[in-house]
């Protein structure tokens, strides 16, 4: 099976292709917590990590910003106390590319270490 | 005139007021640029930031946090690419206090230094 999280992200263009339902599916088995919403639109790759206050949130939304930049694919991080949700989707192909099951993966990689 | 952004924040409890109309009014004379929306039936004071890039999104959120664990009144930040969303609001009491427009004057005080 793939790694996910050893993957790099390609460079995404306007004509690459959205990742298909069988590919998600694959991918998904990967990212049990995570969870496939939709925002205008356009789907997203979603997931609420808990901490004990805003500081050790604030702390991990640092962390995936430097693997972000690392990419150069880069996510909504909503933080707040004791909470950060991140999604991961490519604008510029308005969905779900190979890259954004790679990020989540390496985000997951992140958590498990911080 | 009252000065929001020089004002400590109070320590908030359940008994705390919600700001009056008449006071939200006041405060938002000073807010020109943030809007009063609402999300789960509550009152949030919103204001939508533009930046380069993600880093200086993420360089801003930074700074918000800083504040926010001075006054010990956390925010809900989204950082993108380009932008960071803050929302300020009173969990403890389910809506707007004056500590929250008097963090979001704080917040346009840190904008104008970055």
Known sequence: MI?????????CREDAPLATQA?????????PEWKIGERDGIKRLTRIYNFNNFTEAMSFSNK?????????????????????????????????HLNDFVMAAKTEELFKKH
Do not use: F, R
């Open 23 to 31: 590919e998600t599916e694959k991918y998904m088995q990967q990212l």
């Open 64 to 96: 995936i910003a430097v693997i972000a930049e690392e990419e150069n694919h880069h996510p909504a991080l909503v933080t707040e106390w004791g909470k950060v949700t991140v999604s991961w989707w490519s604008h510029i192909i308005k969905g779900l």
């Open 3 to 11: 790694d996910l999280a050893g993957i790099k992200c390609a460079p």
